[in-house]
């Protein structure tokens, strides 16, 4: 809890038994819940989580935005963070990012990775693509957006309901934001760390990449 509003940090799962230790273990006390959304893993991430204190949900349906709907139905915190279980996003700074939503009296902070402070973290290639889908967000919806597949998140869980969320997959990411900027929610991005991950990549970089390009083409036109 911090400043007399509770905080649940959603981490969604898919066989992140290596690097899911190292986030559990830096969640800062003002966390009071840690909800697991374990999206049909096969290895122990259930259990590690569980081990750590945290509670755990199992979303049925494969994909990013699939575990993150389950996860917003099951949260009852005042305010949702969320980020990966990898390890690249930096836990160190959720005080400061809610704080900041408390104190400005925002409604979504998105956290921005770029620049990246070390750019070894990220491959050539994700940065391009990363690039090149925050770009086009721009140029479609017209909107100031400088990293626009951020997953970390800080927000009212109230303003969900204003949110029309669609995607299962990783489009989500960036649907969640656009949403929030159509919705003139009190929006702001703000700069963080960003690391080496843990454990396989989940992500198939091309394939992926070009869904989401879609998504923000479908997303500019749907009705």
């Not at 969640?27 to 259990?47: F, G, Q, W, Y």
């Not at 809610?98 to 973290?121: G, T, Y």
């Not at 400088?146 to 989500?172: C, K």
């Amino acid at each position: 809890m911090l400043q007399g509003h509770s905080i649940t940090l959603i981490i969604p799962c898919y066989n992140e038994a290596l690097g899911l230790p190292h986030v559990l273990q830096k969640v800062p006390s003002c966390v009071d819940e840690v909800l697991i959304v374990d999206n049909n893993s096969t290895d122990e991430t259930a259990e590690i989580a569980r081990s750590f204190g945290a509670r755990v949900v199992v979303a049925p349906r494969q994909g990013y935005g699939a575990a993150y709907k389950v996860g917003f139905a099951a949260c009852h915190s005042e305010i949702v963070v969320t980020l990966d279980g990898d390890g690249t996003y930096p836990l160190e700074e959720i005080e400061r990012l809610v704080s900041i939503l408390l104190v400005d009296k925002l409604d979504f902070i998105s956290a921005c990775r770029f620049p990246l402070q070390n750019p070894e973290n990220m491959d050539r290639v994700s940065r391009i693509g990363n690039w090149g889908l925050t770009l086009a967000a721009k140029v479609l919806f017209r909107y100031g957006l400088r990293d626009s597949q951020s997953g970390m998140w800080v927000f009212q869980r109230a303003v969900l309901q204003r949110l029309r969320i669609e995607s299962d997959g990783m489009p989500l990411s960036e649907e969640i934001k656009i949403e929030a900027l159509k919705k003139q929610l009190k929006f702001k991005e703000i700069h963080i760390p960003y690391y080496m991950r843990f454990g396989e990549k989940k992500i198939r970089k091309f394939r992926d990449g070009l869904h989401n390009l879609w998504f923000l083409v479908y997303l500019r036109f749907r009705k």
